[in-house]
T-cell receptor, first 110, second 116 residues
Framework: SQQGEEDPQALSIQEGENATMNCSYKTSINNLQWYRQNSGRGLVHLILIRSNEREKHSGRLRVTLDTSKKSSSLLITASRAADTASYFC??????????FGKGTSLLVTP | GAVVSQHPSRVICKSGTSVKIECRSLDFQATTMFWYRQFPKQSLMLMATSNEGSKATYEQGVEKDKFLINHASLTLSTLTVTSAHPEDSSFYICSASTVNLNEKLFFGSGTQLSVL
């Protein structure tokens, strides 16, 4: 069942600005992952953060995890038009399957 | 990184026909494969989990006789949509995993099914 909830549902920014997306979940997790999906395409894994980690960086991406609040955030710095896509958080529990949130649609305009 | 190949990428069929979608892990052994379904502008919904050599486990509300899943080898899983109807039109995505619980999933590029 779906348990991640992202906000905002849609975000529009200009190139060079930072984009922040938040994700909340309901139950205990082993890890939380962020994925990107371009329209009509498959998913691309961006970053994985384990339940015992609080922050992780990968290039222009920064992910935080607060297990006490059951929330995570994804920050994309210095955004580019090519970052336009939908972003999903997904949590992984002992059942191994990934449960996806509803996603944030990001539009970066030149 | 690991590659998951999914075919076909797009299929259009008449109502009542069956459609088979293949998902292959190209450079690793996928002990578990997951099948997801995505409607336009919505999230991915897990349909079923299949382990090699075992019967698939379906999520609540997913008809196992409608969506046949076969995972006969460690590199191939298939999803067959039987007697497809227009309401089955959707984007279907497979993903593969090894046994490591913390391993990220590798996704196929998806199949857009349109049933006329």
């Amino acid at each position: 069942s779906q348990q991640g909830e992202e906000d905002p549902q849609a975000l529009s920014i200009q190139e060079g600005e930072n984009a922040t997306m938040n994700c909340s979940y309901k139950t205990s997790i082993n890890n939380l992952q962020w994925y990107r999906q371009n329209s009509g395409r498959g998913l691309v894994h961006l970053i994985l953060i384990r339940s015992n980690e609080r922050e992780k960086h990968s290039g222009r991406l920064r992910v935080t995890l607060d297990t006490s609040k059951k929330s995570s955030s994804l920050l994309i710095t210095a955004s580019r038009a090519a970052d336009t896509a939908s972003y999903f958080c997904a949590t992984r529990m002992t059942g191994y399957a990934l449960n996806f949130g509803k996603g944030t649609s990001l539009l970066v305009t030149p | 990184g690991a590659v998951v190949s999914q075919h076909p990428s797009r299929v259009i069929c008449k109502s009542g026909t069956s459609v088979k979608i293949e998902c292959r892990s190209l450079d690793f052994q996928a002990t578990t494969m997951f099948w997801y379904r995505q409607f336009p502008k919505q999230s991915l919904m897990l349909m079923a989990t299949s382990n090699e050599g075992s019967k698939a486990t379906y999520e609540q509300g997913v008809e196992k006789d409608k969506f046949l899943i076969n995972h006969a080898s460690l590199t191939l899983s298939t999803l067959t949509v039987t007697s497809a109807h227009p309401e089955d039109s959707s984007f279907y995505i497979c993903s593969a995993s090894t046994v490591n619980l913390n391993e990220k999933l590798f996704f196929g590029s998806g199949t857009q099914l349109s049933v006329l």
